[in-house]
């Protein structure tokens, strides 16, 4: 699905898909040298790094 870059920094991308529906990404599954703008082909369906969706207590 294509998605435009909305939002970059180090670590995450936010990406607005046509459909509206706008989701926070890694960048390590965005194409090499992506920058703000930018139109990518994300497929969604593929599973995400993210572990568990909760806050960590580390204490």
């Known amino acids: 699905m ?13 990406v607005n898909f046509s459909n509206g529906t706008t989701v926070n990404v890694s960048v390590i599954r965005l194409p090499k040298h992506s920058k703000l703008g930018d139109t990518v082909d ?12 909760s806050m960590i207590n580390f204490l």
Not at 2 to 14: M, P
Not at 42 to 53: I, V, Y
Request: aromatic fraction near 8%.
């Open 2 to 14: 294509f998605g435009k870059i909305i939002d970059l920094n180090n670590t995450d991308a936010f």
């Open 42 to 53: 994300l497929n969604n369906e593929a599973p995400s790094c993210m572990l568990k969706d």
